[in-house]
C-alpha cells in the first residue's frame, strides 16, 4: 500500500466553500467508481480556511500517469472535475494547469 498527500487551495469565498463541501458529502456514484478502479483504498480531504489536505491510499500498481489517462476518457469525471474547478484555485507554486500538488514528507514518527 501507499499513501500520498497532496494539497491545493479553494477560492476564498464562503458560499462557494460551503457548496464545494456540499458536494463532497455526496460525491457522485461515478467518482467513487473512477477512485476504486484507479487502486484508490482510501482517500479523505481536509480543510483550514482556504486550504485543503488529501491523503490517499493506493494499491502498489497505483499510477498517477494511469489515474489521469483514465480520467479523460470518462465523461463524468470531466464533468465532477470541471465543476470542482469552478471552486478550486490552483497553489502559487503549482505547475501550470496543476491542481492538486503532491506533498513532500519531511518528518514521519511511529510509536514503537
Not at 491510499?57 to 470542482?84: C, G, H, P, Q, Y
Request: with cysteine; net charge neutral.
Amino acid at each position: 500500500m501507499k499513501k500520498y498527500c497532496l494539497a491545493l487551495d479553494l477560492k476564498d469565498d464562503e458560499n462557494l466553500i460551503r457548496q464545494y463541501e456540499g458536494y463532497h458529502r455526496a460525491i457522485w456514484p461515478e467518482i467513487e467508481e473512477s477512485l476504486s478502479a484507479a487502486g484508490i483504498i482510501s482517500m479523505e480531504i481536509f480543510r483550514t480556511g482556504t486550504r485543503l489536505f488529501m491523503i490517499m491510499e493506493t494499491t502498489d500498481e497505483f499510477s498517477f500517469e494511469e489515474k489521469d489517462r483514465s480520467d479523460r476518457s470518462n465523461k463524468k469525471v470531466v464533468e465532477w472535475e470541471a465543476l470542482m474547478s469552478m471552486y478550486q484555485q490552483s497553489l502559487p507554486h503549482a505547475k501550470p494547469g496543476e491542481k492538486w500538488v503532491l506533498m513532500k514528507n519531511i518528518f514521519k514518527w511511529k510509536k514503537n
